[in-house]
């Protein structure tokens, strides 16, 4: 197997595509900041929640959540006058509906305004685009697996922290942090060899803690699994970070041994309150060191908020598991006992980014069994592989064969107090703050609509 | 925001859904195409291969590719306007041989659709249905532009199994007419469509132009010969049937069949129209070939 077909150097041609994607790739991110504000943090965890949960039981190609998640937040965070007056128009449909089913009419309605918002620019510039160009500098230390680094960045997706990275800067990110899971020794080798590396120092550590957090599993060019699953790698500098996160895991592993008598493989695991006060202190801790380490950098500002929406996300949720039970990648997702309790008695509610999520995917599910039937039929009239490409190419969907590790915990942000302080959000559910009342109070009912926010 | 017919006019229809409008100055063409209506409905939402077709044009921007200017949405309607060109290379070049004024000509024209695939392949986009129907041209810059791309795809991660029965059969390469029902193809059935052009400009006819698979294979091993283990490794597995292959031919002397092109033309051509897949020139490499050499 050589391991240069799933990287193959890109030729002149495609280094002039290559550039033109570094000069254009801002343009298939969320707008910049847009992630700072609460109330669009929230709607894009629903959003990841919604898609991960809707992504269960299918046949897995993880390429398709990571496109629903790019025009989620391309969509989102859009100023387009058009989306925003076709938004208004199905809000209302929307407030007196509170169930998930639509009709195909409307779907396509729904479909055409995301579409039309995006200025039909589906074609994302991603960070796959990049990888083949930096590629060599890995390969002269073993190499990897394509299929290791592509897990590393459609896991990323699932994490807010890694919208404010350009696609470019995440794809060779991906490399240093599998370098660094799986070639520790020549880690600062490669590192110094790279142009400006402190520059992506915030975005490979994150991917490090991510590969631990959801056991991406890192193989080598000739296929040897590298990544030192049952060791935790300890950052250099933040060694008492690693320390105060792994006594936050165990806590919560013995809690689980308690609860359910058997150790069973969990994936996430949403703390107890009571759990979550023990964890407090580690959290605010963590988030002091944060602050310090990034006081040099050159965006303190957003540096630091950053930094403190991390700690709060690690307090909320840690992926735990006995490494003797971790699952085969292509195995079906548990689902956590816990969870599901949870689920049942959770009240779906619907915003407009969520629909919009939620349309897109279902779309791309219909598609999905389309082309599944398709390939049934091929598979009837013949099974040739073709001389075209080579054997591993030909199942191209073996590279995108991994479960999503994204959370799917729907915030709970209407009984958040920041919430209901916030106008917009009334905005969201209250179509008379949209035409402007100008009331800027909490509103208790509204006549024209019937509703009642407490 | 303007509607659409404040914005274009003085429509002139060309075909049943193309039209050619006017606006200020200038004209454009414009293709309808009905997206919610019953039979849409049935499938769910906007078609996928208009959302192909725009979002591959959307990231283009290359002179030999027709621009899409603009897209509009009236009711169940969508509304496409493109760039115009008042020449088809199919119908006033290759059927009207007078058109070429100077020999210089058809090679300038050959380099322009050769560069064109390596700029799409560059960008991992494939356009299987490469014809001279699709080709359009501006006589008085003789810029030639390639349009229509219902049929291109990526094959970025993820690639698929494609679709069957894309393309006009004689512009299809021997590796995608031996596997019919079972189409996993790639760059280089797009090289074989620029090649089998380049033969129809020298001889102004189809190089090949069989009915069906089985006749347009027995044509091109005609003029190319039978392929044996030894020109493409590995044929006889992928030929289900010796059926297909026919009896062993020779290949014919390319030098005789197209007199009028010298040896680096030849050498270009052997190479773009060579059976095997994987020795095929790519379109990257037939771009910088010595036959361009001063174009």
Known sequence: MDSKTEFPIPSDKERQAINNYLQIEREFMATKGFYKAERNLLHRKHAVATIAKLSQGQVVDAYVAYLAMNYFDRYASSTNPFAMRSNQFDLQQFLFEKDLNYQPTRLAAMELSILSGLNWRMLPITPFYFLDHYYPTFSEIGGFKRRSINEIIVQSQGVHQFTEFKPSHIAISAFLAATFVGYPSEFNAIQKSLDKPGKLEGCWRQLVHLCHRSAIEICSASGTVISATKIRTKLPIQSEEAAAEEASEIQTRKSEVQKYSTTKFIQFTVLDTEEEENVAPLIRRRRRERVEATEEGAEPEAETEATKQQGLDQGKAVTVGDSSEQKDAEAETKVNPKEHDKGIGEIEEICEEHVEAESELRLRKAKGKAKVGEEVLEKGKATIISEIVPAEEAAPKTLMNFDLRWSTSVPEYVEDSEQVEDTACFGVRCPGTILGSGDDSPLKSCTCCQCTIL | ?295
């Open chain 2, 1 to 295: 925001m303007l509607t659409l017919r404040e914005k274009y006019y003085d429509f002139d229809q060309i075909s049943s859904k193309v039209f050619k409008c006017r606006r200020d100055d200038q004209f454009f063409t414009m293709k309808i195409v009905s997206i919610l209506n019953e039979e849409n409905q049935a499938n769910n939402g906007v078609p996928y291969w208009i959302i192909r077709e725009i979002s591959i044009l959307k990231e283009l921007d290359h002179i030999n590719i027709v621009r899409l200017i603009d897209v509009m949405t009236d009711g169940p309607d969508l509304f496409l306007v493109f760039e115009y060109l008042d020449n088809e290379f199919q119908a006033d070049f290759l059927k009207n041989p007078k058109m070429f004024m100077y020999p210089q000509m058809k090679k300038e024209f050959l380099y322009q659709i050769l560069n064109t695939v390596a700029y799409l392949h560059a960008r991992k986009i494939l356009l299987r249905d490469l014809r001279p129907e699709n080709i359009l041209v501006n006589v008085r810059t003789q810029v030639l532009k390639i349009a229509l791309f219902g049929a291109a795809r990526t094959f970025e991660a993820p690639l698929e199994a494609y679709s069957s029965s894309v393309g006009c059969l004689s512009y299809r390469s021997p590796e995608v007419l031996f596997q019919f029902g079972c189409e996993k193809y790639s760059t280089p059935n797009d090289v074989w469509a620029v090649g089998c052009i380049f033969g129809e400009m020298l001889l102004h006819r189809p190089l090949f132009s069989g009915p069906s698979d089985v006749e347009l294979l027995d044509e091109i091993f005609t003029l190319l010969g039978t392929p044996t283990e030894e020109t493409w490794p590995g044929v006889t597995s992928i030929c289900g049937t010796c059926a297909l292959m026919g009896p062993p031919q020779q290949p014919k002397d390319l030098a005789k069949e197209f007199p009028m092109l010298n040896p680096d033309g030849l050498d270009l051509l052997s190479k773009m129209l060579c059976l095997c897949p994987n020795y095929r020139i790519s379109a990257e490499d037939a771009v910088k070939h010595p036959y361009f050499k001063g174009v």
